[in-house]
């Protein structure tokens, strides 16, 4: 007998709030590194809230390392680690931009004091670190540096996070030209990441998720290979698995000269359902 076919008392259905995900991550050395900075981190938490009832949450996150010799590799993944714990570590009485501020905190004094500790090993260990939380029906995102984060909602391609590069600081400031930005030689140079101080300034943005929707969380070593129309293109795929591994194949296409990491993730659904309805394996699957 097929579990889902097993009788309920109408009293004993449990149901699950919040939303629920299909995800998959793929990172990539790339073509000219020895070795991978680029670290991600994806935790999904069902946390009872009555005994009837638990609550679904995702946590999304990906880091690029920078910093001498091993520096950059083991700042970007002490970074997700911390975030990590922190998540869950996390009841949900406390709000969710709350949540990301403070672990981003405390992973920027985490890498900044390890890298301290051994400054010839560890000279100029940073990261960049980008973090999503989806609970309930929000999305929250904790953004340093220039890794992206992109929506797909109705066929319309948005960036929803703002590079922290020298070019896009004089961008908004009406500096220079959108062309301009585009080939300035401080595209590429971080005006903000994780633990270059003791204290750094994050951005924190929430915005409503709604069924249906798409993202894209990658490096700066998939964005800055591809076209906006082509990752376009390629997200508007059903099936997140698929367009994933495109978007990393594009990117190894066009040279690949920095590490590539890519996260696509498909809000399936969001509200509150009866367990039985679902298999718990739609919630992890990977396709």
Known sequence: MEENSIPHPADKIPSLSGIIAKWRAITHQGLM??????????????????????????????????????????????????????FHKWPGDETPDRLVSRAMQKANQRVFCVAQTNPELFHKMQTTLTVVVLNQDTL????????????LRED????????????NDMLQMHLISPEQASQHPGRHQLTRSVGGEMFMNAEILCEQALPGDTYLLCSDGLWSELTKEEILTTMQENDVSSACE?????????????????ITFHIEMIGTCAAPQFSWRTIFRRK
């Open 140 to 151: 929250t995102i904790g953004h340093i540096g220039d890794c992206r984060l992109y929506r």
């Open 33 to 86: 590194r020895s070795q991978n900075e680029d670290a991600h981190s994806i935790a999904h938490s069902i946390i009872p809230k009555t005994p009837t009832e638990s609550a679904s949450r995702y946590l999304f996150a990906v880091a690029d390392g920078l910093g001498g010799h091993r520096g950059g590799a083991i700042a970007s993944r002490i970074a997700l680690k911390v975030i990590k714990n922190e």
């Open 156 to 167: 319309r391609i948005k960036v929803l996070t703002r590079d922290h590069t020298m070019a």
């Open 246 to 262: 495109k978007l990393v194949r594009f990117a190894l296409r066009g040279g690949a000269p920095d590490n590539v990491t890519a």
